[in-house]
């Protein structure tokens, strides 16, 4: 990287650094310091989903979960903290994993995959749920690049000892990007090597782009939330050669990436509804 770019570099660094300040201030004193207080409480009384729950209530955002199958059975699952779970999300704008968060029972074990910074916006108790994944930018020097991977390899290992020892990981795989990416795949193939881990999906069909204001200036919003019945992750469908393929290999992961992009594009459209919401 040449002298120019890398002050390029930090200098866009450096805004990214004041946006997410300057956000959390204004989200701060918009909500209010106090409700953010009650939030990080519930969270640490009863998991991220009772603080995400606590949190919509208090800016007038509401779910509506439509279920598969037996809701009653795929609750019991997801409240259960020994069971291991994978809880699936789409994520095209900001607020839809918080959606599905709502609409899930009280565990104390639930993590959520993140972007890092984000996680600025909350308190200590509810940070302690969220598994950092950092993204590289543009003009970062091979030697941050590294530094970048080693350390959401290190985040992966942590989401996956949560996932092991009986917690529930959420995570958008998409990402906004409509693929399944690294980290969801080699989480998945850990899960599959547990006696027992489940997969839970979702998709908020009705998402819109500026949410997350709403959000804030505390204006009225409704959002359906379609939720898969609990499945075992052993029952996802793999293509033969899955399992054959080397493990680490590129040739695996693109696979397991495109079996499981597949698996929940499938269940959306026998769902009936599309990304835009629009009945089929």
């Not at 699936?88 to 609409?103: C, M, Q, T, Y």
């Not at 999906?201 to 804030?216: I, K, Y």
């Amino acid at each position: 990287m040449h002298f120019q770019q890398q002050q390029v570099y930090r200098y866009i660094m450096g805004k990214k650094e004041i946006f997410w300040s300057a956000t959390a201030v204004a989200v701060s004193y918009t909500v209010g310091r106090g409700i953010l207080k009650r939030i990080d409480n519930a969270t640490g009384e009863k998991g991220a989903a009772a603080g995400i729950k606590l949190m919509l209530n208090e800016r007038n955002t509401h779910t509506i979960g439509v279920w598969e199958g037996d809701q009653a059975q795929t609750q019991e699952i997801l409240a259960d903290r020994t069971k291991p779970s994978m809880l699936v999300s789409n994520h095209p704008h900001s607020l839809e994993p918080f959606f599905l968060l709502a609409e899930t029972p009280d565990k104390p074990n639930v993590s959520i995959i993140a972007k890092a910074g984000g996680d600025r916006l909350f308190g200590e108790e509810f940070r302690k749920n969220i598994v950092r994944v950092y993204h590289p930018g543009r003009f970062e020097t091979q030697r941050q690049k590294k530094k970048r991977q080693e350390q959401n390899k290190e985040q992966m290992r942590e989401a996956e000892s949560r996932l092991a020892s009986g917690g529930s990981i959420l995570i958008a795989p998409d990402g906004g990007s409509g693929r399944w990416e690294g980290g969801s795949v080699k989480l998945f193939e850990k899960a599959l090597k547990l006696p027992e881990a489940y997969l839970v999906m979702a998709n908020v069909p009705d998402s819109t782009e500026n949410e997350h204001w709403r959000l804030v200036f505390k204006k009225k919003l409704e959002r359906r939330v379609f939720i898969s019945r609990a499945i075992k992750v052993k029952d996802v469908p793999l293509p033969p050669e899955a399992q054959t393929l080397p493990e680490g290999s590129k040739e695996r992961f693109i696979v397991f990436s495109k079996a499981l992009q597949d698996h929940y594009n499938g269940w959306v459209a026998r769902g009936g509804y599309s990304q835009s919401g629009d009945k089929k």
